[in-house]
């Protein structure tokens, strides 16, 4: 349920002044950038049609090519627009310096189509895409465009782009008299927007200026850039008609009612066909519990998770009997059935919204549209509350999907009444990965067999990762779980074990080589047994890093790498144990002898989903610490 997204970030905004910054002038506040948005604006204009609040935005965006280097990748360009975001009008030209003027070429060809989104089967989103001709140093890409708000429900917050630097930008909302509005700036840590409010006879105009604004650096463990990148969130919370003000989205209330309208008029006949289904399930079975389970796990497995965002689909779920006869359906109509299901089978199932952890606010903070983009289905067993999400195939009660925990969920009571419960987070010992490899020496190096078992998270993705592969294509990923030592690691057999009772427990085994690991320096061998180094290179650049590090799930990871000594050796060295932690992690580093074998465990325990910069200190400390217990050795010594 992913129709919140309308509009492409990366082009929402602005207008560049025609000669308002010269090349020479940019460049002296980004010596070393290629390409630049000289100005980026966004107009949102609210007015009433029919006696309801609409709005539309005004878009303008000016880019100066500082270098030839990039003109080619940045000339092609992509409008997103949809049913309730419909795109009124598009103009686009290059501007090319001639002498002291510029010659300006309209682009001439533009081609709207349906977006294809890989993970949208039916959607309403369409791309007009053209390209800007001609583009040359000191050239100006300028576009401008016009989109019509069909339903204020569904704004989306303004940002400032990144990608590349913003040498100005400026955000302008203007509310008539009779339209009451309210805005949140996030992420403004210091108080760089400058802010002014204009009161005219038939209008407030609110307006947000910024210059200089620096790329931001992108990091693959970065959460969305709603948790760190500047925006500002406008919502109308009210209007005036004849029968006086009426509330809009002022309240979660609002955002209640508005929700639930769209799934008041479902399900309200009992379905021979689904009644007799969940009859057959949960025959015999007593225990709500386990008639839970028996209902979700038939969902998850018989029900092909499809995604819709067709116009009014992207809200409304289905009727469960439709559902029934189709198999298949988005998070909505999962829910519909399921909650209908439960329904039926004597236990109280409740439709309920949630946001997956990319989107970072909270009803309780920020009762809009945009705080959820998913929905599920939950039920209260003893007193304990479960979510259920027959998207993820692997969920269970216990474990429901990663991408949802911690999340505020938003349950319905009935057609006034509500709850909002947490989604809780999953200790690091329910995910856990424990890795036993038994190692010897060989002529060319080491060999040995190691078996990894996965539990929770880990174990359900090894499900997933390995469902829909091939023999070579598995293969290829069992090499890169279990690979480790150094590159030139060989995988031979091996075997992947899944309880298919337990869709959160896995376990892999295979056989390795890895030529020259060891060393023998005359008649003494010397192996370093860290073979994976877990928390190697994990400190923060402080300096360059300004964005917040995401974590999947908590989890604990544990190794153990088993050294036979060789007949005739000892043991005469091995490192010295290590072990820190603070709030965010816990890792261990552990030596043994016993008998003819030297066991080094390392165990690292993640405790957070999220580590913010301003924590990025705390944990640099425990990650430069071991790097030298990396580099230590076992040395063994002929006797």
């Known amino acids: 349920m992913h129709f919140k997204k309308f509009i492409c970030l990366v082009l929402a905004g602005c207008t560049l002044q025609a000669n308002a910054q ?138 400032i782009p990144n990608g590349m630097p913003v040498y100005q930008t400026s955000y302008t909302v203007i509310v008539p008299n009779g339209i009451y509005i309210n805005y949140i700036v996030k992420n403004d840590f210091d108080n760089l927007f400058q802010f002014t409010t204009e009161k005219k006879q038939k209008e407030t105009i609110y307006k947000w200026t910024r210059n200089n604004v620096k790329n931001v650096d992108d990091y693959y463990t970065a959460p969305d850039d709603r948790y760190y990148m500047p925006h500002i969130i406008i919502h109308v919370t009210g209007y005036d008609d004849k029968s006086g003000k009426q509330n809009f989205l002022s309240t979660l209330d609002d955002l209640y009612k508005w929700n639930f309208s769209f799934t008041k008029e479902i399900n309200q006949q009992q379905d021979p066909s689904l009644k007799s289904l969940v009859d057959s399930l949960t025959a015999g079975v007593s225990d709500p519990y386990k008639k839970t389970v028996k209902i979700y796990k038939w969902v998850q497995q018989s029900i092909k998770y499809i995604a819709f965002e067709n116009g009014v689909e992207g809200f409304r779920p289905r009727n469960a009997a439709d559902v029934l006869i189709k198999r298949y359906g988005d998070c909505k109509d999962m829910a519909s059935i399921l909650t ?79 709850k909002i419960v947490n989604v809780p987070v999953a200790n690091p010992e329910v995910n856990s990965m424990e890795d036993s490899t038994f190692i010897t020496f060989a002529p060319s190096g080491i060999k040995g067999y190691e078996k990894v078992n996965y539990l929770g998270y880990f174990g359900q993705d090894v499900y997933t990762s390995i469902s829909y592969r091939n023999e070579k294509e598995k293969e290829d990923y069992v090499k890169s779980r279990m690979g480790k030592g150094s590159n030139k690691f060989i995988l031979g057999k091996f075997e992947i074990n899944r309880s298919e009772t337990d869709m959160q427990h896995a376990n892999i085994s295979a056989e390795f080589e890895i030529p020259d690991y060891s060393k023998k320096v005359g008649d003494n061998y010397y192996i370093n047994l860290n073979l994976d180094k877990l928390m190697e290179n994990q400190a923060v650049d402080l300096d360059k890093r300004k964005v917040p590090i995401e974590h999947e799930f908590k989890y604990i990871i544990k190794q153990h790498h088993i050294l036979t000594i060789p007949d005739n050796f000892k043991v005469s060295s091995v490192p010295e144990d290590f072990f820190m932690e603070n709030e965010m992690v816990s890792i261990r580093i552990k030596y043994k002898v016993e008998k003819n074998r030297v066991i080094a465990t390392q165990e690292v325990v993640n405790k957070t989903l999220l580590i913010e910069p301003s924590q990025f200190p705390a944990w640099n400390i425990p990650m430069k610490a071991v790097m030298p217990q990396y580099k230590q050795s076992v040395v063994l010594e002929k006797q």
């Open 22 to 159: 010269t090349p020479e002038e940019v460049k002296l506040v980004f010596p070393t950038a290629e390409v630049v948005y000289t100005n980026y604006e966004k107009t949102l204009t609210f007015k009433k049609k029919d006696g309801i609040p609409v709005a539309e935005s005004e878009y303008n965006i000016d880019m100066m090519m500082l270098t030839d280097n990039n003109s080619k990748m940045v000339s092609r360009y992509r409008v997103s627009h949809s049913g309730y975001s419909e795109l009124a009008s598009l103009d686009a030209y290059s501007k090319i310096p001639v002498k002291n003027s510029f010659k300006k070429i309209k682009v001439e060809d533009i081609k709207t189509s349906s977006s294809q989104q890989s993970n949208i089967f039916l959607g309403d989103t369409k791309e007009s895409v053209f390209d800007f001709p001609a583009l040359t140093q000191n050239s100006i890409a300028h576009l401008e465009y016009t989109l019509l708000h069909k339903d204020a429900h569904l704004l989306t917050p303004f940002f």
């Open 340 to 418: 209908q299901m439960l329904n039926l089978a004597g236990l109280k199932g409740h439709y309920t919204w949630i946001g997956t952890r990319d989107i970072p606010y909270k009803y309780s903070e920020i009762p809009l549209p945009i705080v959820d983009n998913h929905m599920i289905s939950s039920v209260q067993l003893n007193g304990k509350w479960y979510f259920l999400d027959a998207t993820n195939p692997y969920a269970t009660l216990e474990l429901p999907p990663s991408s949802i925990q911690g999340k505020e969920a938003l349950i319905a009571l009935n057609d006034k009444e509500y």
